[in-house]
């Protein structure tokens, strides 16, 4: 089993940032990646980024060149940071443990709100 906690959201105003902590323990070694996903209010829940162990990066169009994700693997901890945010970057941010490419473990997800 892995668990992930996520940390870091809140309020903010357009054009501000913040940056999401998304801290894994447990079996590890078991997942080869971190996804971060968003849902909006009414909408799907939608990937935005993800991170390979190896360090592969991946972005949604909707947040590429806004949103860095990284890793620090002496905290076993993948970050989110969001910079240029947008009222419709608002929703809840969740990270998930990748196997292979099964998104195995979830976070019980942070709010982030964007104000205009």
């Known amino acids: 089993q892995v668990q992930l906690v996520e940390s870091g959201g809140g309020l903010v105003q357009e054009g501000g940032s913040l940056r999401l902590s998304c801290a894994a323990s447990?079996?590890?070694?078991?997942?080869?990646?971190i996804a971060w996903y968003r849902q909006a209010p009414g909408k799907q829940r939608e990937l935005i980024a993800t991170?390979?162990?190896?360090?592969?990066?991946t972005y949604a169009n909707s947040v590429k060149g806004r949103f860095t994700i990284s890793r620090d693997n002496a905290k076993n901890t993948v970050y989110l940071q969001m910079n240029s945010l947008k009222p419709e970057d608002t929703g809840v941010y969740t990270c998930?443990?990748?196997?292979?490419?099964?998104?195995?473990?979830w976070g019980q997800g942070t709010q982030v709100t964007v104000s205009s």
């Open positions: 998930a443990g990748r196997r292979f490419t099964t998104d195995a473990y």
């Open positions: 447990g079996s590890i070694f078991s997942i080869n990646a």
């Open positions: 991170i390979t162990f190896g360090g592969i990066r």
